[in-house]
């Protein structure tokens, strides 16, 4: 059993940074791994980014590419989201999530079997 929670969200302008930060605490052993997803309003929830724990490997998908980067945070069991350039449209509720790695596809939603509650990010125009 693994519990994460978000923090961090908030409103900023367009081009502007903002960083999240994901606590995990359970049975963080060595294969879990830390996903981050969004969803916007009237749309599906996205692929983020992710963390393999052990090995701190990181994979994004194209839309974040460079301007998103994760990262183990300075205390034990934290993961940061940092969040560069940000734009309009990358106003969604954001969302932590943990699972073991099981060499299968790291971007879909079935591989994480823990989420936390989300935390909302506004970036106005």
């Known amino acids: 059993q693994v519990r994460v929670v978000e923090s961090g969200g908030g409103l900023v302008q367009a081009g502007g940074s903002l960083r999240l930060s994901c606590t995990a605490s359970?049975?963080?052993?060595?294969?879990?791994?830390i996903g981050w997803f969004r969803q916007a309003p009237g749309k599906e929830r996205e692929f983020v980014g992710v963390?393999?724990?052990?090995?701190?490997?990181?994979y994004y998908p194209d839309s974040v590419k460079g301007r998103f980067t994760i990262s183990r945070g300075n205390a034990g069991n934290t993961v940061d989201l940092q969040m560069n350039s940000l734009k309009p449209e990358d106003t969604a509720v954001y969302y932590c999530?943990?699972?073991?790695?099981?060499?299968?596809?790291?971007?879909?939603?079935?591989?994480?079997?823990?989420w936390g509650q989300g935390t909302q990010v506004t970036v106005s125009s």
């Open positions: 999530a943990a699972g073991y790695y099981r060499d299968r596809d790291i971007r879909a939603e079935a591989e994480y079997d823990y």
């Open positions: 359970g049975r963080t052993d060595s294969s879990i791994m």
């Open positions: 963390i393999r724990w052990r090995l701190s490997e990181t």
